[in-house]
């Protein structure tokens, strides 16, 4: 099962497969992350909190 590389959540396979770069077979970030985000092709720190 896929992971997060950054706080190791499981994410499904149709998340890894949308979200993460060719190449690669575990996500980056995922919706778990409140610290982090995506940003183009890298990562970045949120500038907002997330209210989930």
Do not use: W
Request: aromatic letters at 6%; one cysteine or more; charged letters at 25%.
């Amino acid at each position: 099962m896929p992971e997060c590389q950054n706080c190791g959540a499981f994410v499904t396979q149709a998340y890894a497969r949308v979200f993460t770069p060719d190449g690669m077979d575990r996500p980056r970030v995922c919706p778990h992350c409140e610290d982090l985000v995506r940003d183009g092709a890298g990562v970045r720190k949120a500038r907002s909190t997330r209210n989930n």
